[in-house]
């Protein structure tokens, strides 16, 4: 082979090179290089097969409310973590609360499942985002466990249940939940997003300016009273946990601390199933202030990727392995919702006018 023909293969494989192994990439995190692999691709199919997938929705907590407000840290964290969320006041806050389900229109209940969603944007610093759920444990342990509770809970789409033969299966066949379980079972639901206490369920790394470590989760422990009146309208209204969250927040600002909690060395930090020990040490981080809603429809919180591993320098991932599980959902449906055309929300901008 003359040297100029050896040019020519060796410029057109620098240019056919890097698209070959993009497409490569695509390939091998569809799963089509390992079919049995628990790839994204598959767990997207069993997100969609659970009866939700509605077009131009989320795969997951369908349902939502944009809300709006700042953080203001106390200042307690900096011993801990050189993130600036921890140091500064008045940082704006982009959140969203939701239920769980798949389902975008699902009538509210008190026993669904709800989330707290946050993007935190300091000034001239790294953003947070967070992403937390009120059941005080993860009912799963690692990327293996989520697959399969996705797959023994796919509801029907009319009823909005799942087959309960199903996760009774999957909670017999792992006995390492029974704590998870039980936990989850003796929590008692708050009657309102606004008296609700929010959970990170998986650990993060702190880093001080200093270089220490510590693992940690965190909450958001509402400061507002812990029953919300209940009214005759509401037996009749099906969105009536965010009619009360709107109403709320018209009224007044809705308040949470962030509380951090220090594992000590005995502590199962990366396993999210399992609790820490009642004498971890908590600090106040600051205080979260809602202060108006949106709805999805107007709001850019509706397009927001809620993505856990958004993390500012002080503040990063630990050994637990769902966070970066739930990342890779988010941007997948992030991707698929994008190209698809989306009905009205259930909450509409309507609903979060005074009046």
Same mark, same amino acid.
């Given at each position: ?14 240019? *056919? ?14 799963? *089509? ?42 200042? =307690?964290? !900096?011993?801990?973590? &050189? ?10 806050? !982009?959140?969203?609360? =939701? ?30 985002? @967070? ?5 005080? *444990? ?20 009319? @009823? ?19 704590? =998870? ?9 708050? &009657?309102?997003?606004?008296? #609700? ?26 400061? &507002? ?53 009642? !004498? #971890? ?7 979260? @202030? ?47 919702? &994008?190209?698809?055309?989306? #009905? ?12």
């Amino acid at each position: 082979m003359s040297q100029t023909s050896s040019s020519r293969l060796l410029r057109w494989g620098c240019v *056919l090179l890097p698209p070959a192994l993009l497409a490569a990439g695509f390939a091998w995190a569809a799963g *089509l290089f390992s079919p049995h692999r628990l790839s994204t691709a598959r767990f997207m199919t069993v997100l969609e097969n659970g009866g939700g997938a509605a077009p131009g929705f989320r795969r997951a907590h369908s349902k939502g409310l944009c809300v709006l407000g700042q953080f203001d840290a106390s200042g =307690a964290m !900096t011993a801990y973590s &050189s993130a600036s969320v921890f140091s500064q006041s008045h940082i704006p806050v !982009t959140g969203r609360l =939701a239920l769980a389900p798949p389902f975008p229109h699902i009538v509210d209940g008190p026993g669904i499942v709800r989330s707290m969603a946050l993007r935190l944007q300091p000034d001239h610093a790294q953003e947070w985002r @967070t992403t937390m759920n009120d059941p005080p *444990l993860q009912p799963m342990r690692d990327i293996q466990d989520a697959f399969a509770s996705f797959s023994a809970n796919q509801r029907d789409p009319v @009823t909005h249940k799942p087959d309960p033969r199903l996760a009774k299966a999957y909670e017999a066949a792992r006995p390492w939940l029974k704590t =998870a379980y039980a936990a989850n079972r003796a929590h008692v639901m708050s &009657s309102d997003f606004a008296n #609700d206490t929010f959970n990170s369920l998986d650990s993060f790394q702190v880093t001080n300016a200093q270089g220490e470590n510590h693992t940690v989760r965190w909450s958001m422990v509402p400061l &507002s009273p812990p029953d919300a009146p209940v009214r005759p309208e509401d037996a009749h209204d099906p969105n009536v946990l965010f009619t009360h969250a709107i109403a709320s927040l018209h009224q007044q600002p809705l308040r949470w601390n962030l509380v951090v909690t220090i594992a000590n060395p005995s502590d199962p930090v990366n396993d999210p199933s399992q609790p820490w020990a009642p !004498t #971890d040490r908590t600090i106040t981080a600051g205080t979260l @202030t809602l202060h108006s809603s949106a709805s999805e429809d107007n709001s850019p919180c509706g397009g927001m990727v809620f993505d856990p591993t958004i993390l500012p320098s002080g503040l990063s991932l630990s050994g637990d392995p769902l966070p970066a599980l739930r990342s890779a959902v988010y941007m997948r449906s992030f991707v698929k919702r &994008s190209g698809e055309a989306k #009905d009205p929300s259930s909450i509409t901008p309507a609903m979060t006018q005074p009046h």
